[in-house]
């Protein structure tokens, strides 16, 4: 039996990801370290994604991007394997998910590249650490995720709505967390909207389009943030011939410190 | 006649005031100069006032203090006379308005401490110069202010509402202002409030307690700032035998540019 509590930085979590003792998501776990997104394309198609990406950057922030065919994210865990590391992945042919492996070294191949995406969780350990309650895990759920009417700047193949993450907040509390998001730009950043989500297309926050709901009050704010979601949603779209990413909420945890991630 | 455009620092308002050619409101005067609030009390009462204004920074945010009976504002006008650099004042008696003059130094006394205080033109600025639009600015109005059901921190004689106020912005501006404006913590820095003046007690946003009301579309929300409107209506509350303040609008300009008040 895994000892989660053992798992205390990003390398102890891939070592036990590589080893297949861990299967499951990664929230709580190495406290302190980023987690990333993860997006594996073959180099055919990497060029636009890295277009869309930059095009995107609040809900695509970069934090790493491979050589073609090598496994591992040299900015942000120089001793990873990016094809073992991780507890779960999702594999796609064509924009249909086809097999969710928790090893991807047989599907790997020389002109695979590796988009490591930053991750919320980051930003949601600044907020707790300031005071700033997070519902979802409040309550033990997945983080509301809602595709909005907003396109994303396309590039390429790839295209497709801003999709954003939704955490109810206070007046007070939102002002804060503002401010403390917006020190972290290469996780999302500050909030892209904040309070009258029909202006984003969005009929009812109690059916998100991807995670679950969770009740805001009459004295709260809906405050929403870009989400990693949504270069998932635009290579669904794109369709490319074979794409793998993370399967959600099983992260790959860096060697980052959050706080390194932190400006100003 | 005077030639507005021609004040373009501090020191040409301040000697026009002195002269008796401006009397009249400064807004738009000596751009990318801080402007202030004055207070003016005896010594006996100015120790509670300053424990006052420590206690509840956002409204009071004290730029500079002087020495009993020196009118020089050293920190950030070494060349000013708060007797005579001010377009108007008003001169209060136990809470009563009692007289409305350009100068004061008939009422100068040995005893007299100066208080200047953050103004909201500071952040004003910075919000146009970022694009974001201020609409009692664009409609030629004085802000809305509103008193709140919000006690500030009580300190002797002085205790009152927070008095805050409005700036209908969209939620991408919301964000934005947020951003901006905690930049300026010595000028009311960060908003207080956004998008639910009932929880500070405001039940109708056109009918503000000073200042005129503006317009708040449906794809707006209201967002609040402190409000140095906040000490003076402690003062009237307090009812000390003398207090000198500005008259409104007619603020006193230091030589501290507005950058110099920004932080990060």
């Known amino acids: 039996m895994l000892d ?64 073609p065919g090598d496994p591992v994210p040299r ?42 995406i930053g991750c919320s969780f980051t930003f949601e350990a600044a907020l707790l650490r300031a005071g700033v309650p997070v519902r979802h895990i409040e309550l033990g759920r997945n983080v509301p995720m809602y595709r909005t009417n907003i396109p994303c700047q396309p590039a390429g193949l790839f295209h497709g709505p801003l999709v954003v993450s939704m955490r109810p907040l206070t007046p007070a ?45 009459a004295t709260e704010l809906p405050v929403f943030w870009a989400c990693g979601v949504t270069p998932q949603a635009a290579i669904m779209t794109a369709r490319p011939p074979l794409a793998i990413t993370h399967s959600p909420g099983c992260m790959f945890v860096t060697d980052l410190l959050d706080e390194t991630l932190a400006v100003g």
């Open 75 to 116: 900015q942000v865990a120089p001793a990873a394997d990016l094809r073992t590391d991780l507890p779960r992945y999702r594999v796609w042919e064509y924009g249909q998910l086809v097999e969710e492996p928790t090893d991807i070294s047989h599907r790997w191949r020389d002109d695979l590249v590796s988009f490591v």
């Open 173 to 217: 509390d939102a002002i804060r967390a503002v401010q403390i998001t917006s020190r972290y730009p290469s996780v999302h950043g500050a909030p892209v909207h904040l309070g009258l989500p029909e202006q984003l297309g969005i009929r009812d926050l109690t059916q998100p389009d991807f995670g679950d709901a969770v009740p805001v009050s």
């Open 4 to 67: 989660r509590n053992s798992l205390t930085t990003g390398q102890l979590v891939r070592e036990a990801c590589r080893r297949g003792t861990l299967t499951e998501q990664t929230s709580g776990l190495a406290a302190g370290f980023a987690q990333a997104n993860l997006v594996v394309l073959p180099q055919d198609v990497a060029y636009d994604f890295l277009r869309f990406c930059r095009a995107n950057p609040k809900p695509c922030p970069l934090l790493d991007v491979t050589e």
